[in-house]
C-alpha cells in the first residue's frame, strides 16, 4: 500500500512540474552564426542534460560543460548561456539548423534534492528561395529545390486550375525538391500559372509567350507583367544583357526613360517598355520581362522578329506581281467567256436559219413543176 501511494504522488510530481510543451520554429539559413534558442527556466542548476529521442544534446554539470557523451549529430553545434544559469536561465543555442533537427527537446535540470523536466517542440523551416520556370522541350517545367517541410506544385492555365503529375526528391540533409511539367500543349498569347505551396508560405510564379515583327528602325513594344500597386523589381533581359527597371512613386511619373544597349526604352505604368529605332540583325531575338517579389516570379517572354529593308521591297515587289498575276488571270477568264458566249450566240443563229433557206427551196421547186 505505501509502495502504491509513493507511486502517485511522484507522477503527481511530476506533471505539475513538467507542464505543456513549448513550441519554437526556427529557420534554416545559410548564415553560420545564426542561432535557435530553445527556451528553459529552472532553478534547478546543478545538473543539466538536454535530451532529443533518449540523445545527449548537451549536458553540464560541475560547473561546466561535459559532452563526452554527446550525440554525433550535435558536436560543434550547442552551448548554454553559461553566465546567466545562477539566474535560471537554462535554454539551449542550436547552431546551423537542418530539418532533421526538427523534433521534440528535454530539458532536464536538478540538484541533490530535486529535479524539473521541460519540453520544448522544434519546428524547422527552410523557406522557399527560387522556382525556377521555364520553356524545355517538353513543354514548361516549374522546378524548385531545397525547401522543408515538404511542398506541393499546382498548375493554372489563364488561372484555371490544371492537373499535373509532380515528382518529389529529398536528400540527405531531409530537404526536399520538386519539380512538374505542365502536362497540355504550350502555345502564345497565355499565361501558365506554377504554384509551389508549403505550410506556411505560396509562391507563384508565371510565364506568358508573345511574339514580336517590326522593321528597321521601328519602335519595339515588349510587354511586362502587370501587378497591383506596381510591386516588385522589373527585370529587362536580352540574352545575358539586362537592365533593371523601376517606378518613382513620390513623383508618380506616367513613364520611365533609360538607356540600355545604345537604345533608348520608356517604362509604362501599365506595364509596356518600348525600345527605340531598333533596325540591326542583332537586336533580333528573345526578351524576357521579369518582375519579382519575395513570393512572386511573373515573366514575359517576346521573341522579337526584325524583317530587313530588302526583305520588306522583296515582300512588295512579290505582293505587287502576285496581284498583277491575279488580274491577268481573272482578265482571261472574262474574255475567254465573253469569247464562248458570242461563238454559241453564231452557232444559234446558223443553227435557226437552216430550215428557212429549205423550205423556200421546196417552195420553188413546186412551182417549176406546175
Known amino acids: 500500500m505505501k509502495q502504491q501511494i509513493w507511486t502517485f504522488v511522484l507522477f503527481w510530481l511530476i506533471s505539475l512540474s513538467t507542464g505543456a510543451d513549448i513550441t519554437v520554429t526556427c529557420i534554416s539559413t545559410s548564415v553560420p552564426t545564426s542561432v ?14 538536454w535530451e532529443k529521442d533518449e540523445k545527449i544534446v548537451h549536458s553540464f554539470f ?11 549529430d550535435f558536436k560543434d553545434r550547442t552551448s548554454l548561456f553559461q553566465d546567466q544559469i545562477p539566474q535560471g536561465n537554462i535554454s539551449l543555442m542550436l547552431r546551423k539548423i537542418r530539418p532533421k533537427d526538427e523534433g521534440r527537446y528535454k530539458c532536464y535540470t536538478a540538484t541533490d534534492s530535486d529535479n524539473k523536466e521541460q519540453f520544448v517542440l522544434l519546428k524547422v523551416r527552410v523557406p522557399l528561395k527560387q522556382v525556377d520556370l521555364k520553356k524545355t522541350n517538353e513543354g514548361i517545367s516549374c522546378v524548385a529545390k531545397d525547401i522543408y517541410p515538404k511542398p506541393g506544385i499546382s498548375w493554372y492555365r489563364d488561372k484555371s486550375p490544371v492537373e499535373s503529375f509532380v515528382k518529389t526528391t529529398v536528400d540527405k540533409e531531409g530537404l526536399f525538391s520538386v519539380s512538374s511539367v505542365f502536362p497540355q500543349s504550350v502555345t502564345e498569347n497565355t499565361t501558365y500559372i506554377c504554384s509551389i505551396n508549403t505550410e506556411e508560405e505560396i509562391f507563384t ?20 507583367p502587370v501587378s497591383k500597386e506596381n510591386a516588385g523589381n522589373i527585370t529587362l533581359w536580352f ?20 538607356q540600355w544597349r545604345g537604345k533608348t526604352l520608356h517604362l509604362a505604368h501599365d506595364g509596356t517598355v518600348t525600345i527605340h529605332n531598333l533596325g540591326s540583325a542583332e537586336d533580333t531575338g528573345t526578351y524576357i520581362c521579369e518582375r519579382t517579389t519575395a513570393q512572386s516570379r511573373y515573366m514575359v517572354e517576346t521573341s522579337l522578329k526584325i524583317t530587313s529593308a530588302s526583305h520588306h521591297v522583296g515582300t512588295g515587289v512579290g505582293i505587287a506581281l502576285g496581284v498583277l ?24 443563229v446558223s443553227t435557226e436559219g437552216k ?8 417552195e420553188l421547186e413546186t412551182l417549176q413543176s406546175s
Open 239 to 258: 540574352g545575358e544583357s539586362f537592365i533593371k527597371l523601376s517606378y518613382s512613386q513620390t513623383t508618380q511619373q506616367s513613364t520611365i526613360k533609360d
Open 355 to 362: 430550215p428557212a433557206i429549205r423550205e423556200n427551196h421546196c
Open 36 to 49: 535557435c534558442v530553445l527556451p528553459c527556466t529552472s532553478p534547478y542548476n546543478g545538473v543539466i542534460h
Open 205 to 224: 510564379a508565371s510565364l506568358r509567350k508573345e511574339r514580336a515583327e517590326i522593321y528597321p528602325g521601328q519602335d519595339a513594344t515588349i510587354h511586362c
Open 325 to 348: 498575276l491575279l488580274i491577268i488571270i481573272i482578265a482571261g477568264v472574262i474574255f475567254w467567256k465573253k469569247r464562248g458566249k458570242k461563238e454559241e450566240k453564231a452557232a444559234k
Open 62 to 72: 560541475k560547473k561546466a560543460d561535459q559532452l563526452a557523451y554527446q550525440d554525433a
